[in-house]
């Protein structure tokens, strides 16, 4: 759903009016916003710190994304069960759509795919597809001025530092505006 998202970032919760938001807006603009900060991410982990960051698509999942599309599309969409996985199969435990995720964590390959790409200073983060194959994700996706403008921003809602990375690598501790717990 990324390749169809489109990410404004000084109206990322599409609140400001300049596009109508719709589940289809919001939904695939998440998932373009994910690509694009974990790419950001990606890039300031170096190679010396062993953490990779793989974005990994599930497939398609029958879920109510589609709920504000015309009814032609809703009704298509829920004709097509061959290859969309229910919401209970979706679910992150599940044989059908964990596989991708559970690959990504544990297939020796992706580590070495990893290393090949921050050595050829990829644009993007690591993209594993549904099918458990390396991927190239779409071309917005590569927009790197847009990228760090997604980064900083995500950074700015949540009330972190634009160091927040390098300072806990170094262990130092980092405070956002949103902590949890008591300590």
Not at 56 to 79: C, F, M
Not at 123 to 136: A, M
Not at 137 to 152: G, I, L, Q, Y
Request: net charge positive; charged share 20%.
């Amino acid at each position: 759903m990324h390749s169809v998202g489109f990410v404004d970032p000084e109206d990322m919760n599409v609140v400001k009016g300049k596009r109508k938001f719709t589940s289809l807006v919001g939904y695939s603009s998440s998932k373009l916003a994910q690509v694009m900060f974990s790419s950001i991410l990606n890039k300031r982990l170096t190679v010396e710190t062993g953490i990779n960051v793989i974005c990994v698509s599930p497939g398609i999942v029958q879920t109510n994304v589609v709920r504000n599309l015309p009814k032609v599309v809703q009704a298509a969409y829920r004709r097509v069960p061959y290859f969309i996985f229910n919401a209970q199969e979706g679910g992150l435990f599940s044989n059908a759509s964990s596989r991708s995720a559970l690959f990504a964590a544990t297939d020796p390959q992706v580590v070495e795919y990893c290393k090949v790409l921050k050595a050829d200073e990829w644009l993007v983060c690591p993209f594993i597809s549904q099918d458990c194959q390396p991927t190239n994700p779409s071309e917005e996706a590569h927009n790197v001025e847009t990228s760090k403008r997604v980064w900083e921003k995500t950074l700015e809602m949540i009330g972190l530092s634009s160091d927040a990375v390098e300072k806990l690598l170094n262990g130092e501790e980092v405070k956002c505006r949103y902590r949890s717990g008591s300590g």
